[in-house]
Every structure is written in structure tokens, then in C-alpha cells.
């Protein structure tokens, strides 16, 4: 049997006093491929923040890597956040750095002391996403589809149990699109649990995994995308 990596019961998602999504029920075991769909606004990305820590937990229990989301405060949310990957739809890297020292800077921020042992994370990682020659390259001399794989290295860097991917082929052509999702399955395949919202029903035809559904205030999983 497969870890449990994710579990929520009975959740109640609010942004202020406005709820988004009500008893969400939700397991997630390590290695599985999962997409999260609905219409804009439906809470998609209100259900990523709540697993990383960004919204807060109010009502119902939430899991996330063995830690208790209710008990998750700014001050340990860190703690949270080592046990995941996390990965946007625009890229974020730092525009005046090159892609190691983009890699450097967090595992500098994550405790790594040893020049050479980040050094090596960093080749590895590149490794991983298929830029092992680019490590000198400011981001700006990247294509977008380079840029989004520095990004899913860098969450790789303190190799997590769960990647959450919030539209992560947003901003990229299909064939950009489809190699990113070969690249998010190979990940999955090594046994990290790949937690990924989108709006591109083409990918999810292509790429198995199991689908959940947002829509009016609920989530349920489903196999159809209609409707
Ligand atoms: N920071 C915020 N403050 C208040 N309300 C918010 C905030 N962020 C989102 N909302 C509201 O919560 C609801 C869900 O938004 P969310 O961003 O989770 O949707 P989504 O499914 O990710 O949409 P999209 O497909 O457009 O990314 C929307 O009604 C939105 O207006
Ligand atoms: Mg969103």
C-alpha cells in the first residue's frame, strides 16, 4: 500500500467570511497523478493555498506530509513547505540570477551549509528537467518551456513527498505543454504525489490520472470531463 500524503475531511474553504469550497473530502497517496478541474473561480487555487499553508484551516481536518494543517502558523509553515514542491503558472525565478544561483538561493534558504554538496543537488536536479547544460544562463535567455523546467527543478531541490502545480502549462504551447507533463509523470512515477489544477482537458486525455472536480462550493472525483 501507498503513503497517504494528502487527506482531508469535511474541510471548509473561506476567503474572509466567504465560503469557496464545503466538506472537501479528499485522500492522496504518494506516486499518484492527480488533476484538480473546474471553472474559473470554482476554488482550485483556494484549494492548493490551503494545502501549502497560504489559507488557513478553519473548519474540518487536513493532513498535508504527516503535518496537521490546523496546527500550521507563519512561524512553522516552513516546516510545511520542505515536504512540498510548488509550482505556478508564471514562472517566478529570480530575473537577476542565473538558473544556479536561483537553485542555490533555496537551498541556501533550507538549511543546505555545504558548498559543494548544493553544487551537486543543483547538477542533479538540472539533471532531472533535461537542462544540465543551461545551469549559466540568466532565466530571461531561457524559452518559457526551459523557464517552467528550472522552476519543477528548483521545487525538486529537497526532493518532496507532494508537487502541488497550480496551472503549471498555463503560459506554454501543447507541444511545450506536453513535455512538461511527461516530466511532471516521470516525477510521479519516482513516487512523489503530483497534485495539479488545470483548465486543459487535451493534457488530461493525453496523461492518465485520477480527476477531481470542482463546482458549486463542492469536490468530488470523477471520470468524466463533461458537464
Ligand atoms: N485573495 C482572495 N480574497 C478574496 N477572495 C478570493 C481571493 N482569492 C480568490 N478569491 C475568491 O475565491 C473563489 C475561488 O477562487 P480561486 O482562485 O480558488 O479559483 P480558481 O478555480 O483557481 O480559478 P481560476 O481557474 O481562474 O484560477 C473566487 O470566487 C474568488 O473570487
Ligand atoms: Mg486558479
Sequence with gaps: MSKEVISLSDV?????SNM???????KIHSGEFVYLIGKTGSGKSSLLKTLYGELPLREGEGKVAEMDLKKIRPSN???LRRHLGIVFQDFQLLTDRTVFHNLDFVLQATGWKE????????AEVLNMVGLATKDF??????????????VIARALLNDPEILLADEPTGNLD???????????KEISNKGTAVFMA???YRLINKFFGKI????SGMINETSSLNG
Aim: proline share 4%; aromatic share 6%; with cysteine.
Design 137 to 150: 544562463k540568466m532565466p530571461f535567455e531561457l524559452s518559457g518551456g526551459e523557464q517552467q523546467r528550472v
Design 198 to 200: 488545470t483548465h486543459d
Design 77 to 79: 509553515v516552513h516546516l
Design 12 to 16: 471548509n474553504i473561506y476567503h474572509g
Design 115 to 122: 558548498s559543494g554538496k548544493r553544487k551537486a543537488r543543483i
Design 174 to 184: 501543447p507541444e511545450v505543454s506536453d513535455d512538461i507533463m511527461k516530466l511532471l
Design 20 to 26: 469557496v469550497l464545503n466538506q472537501v473530502n479528499l
Design 212 to 215: 477531481y472536480r470542482c463546482e
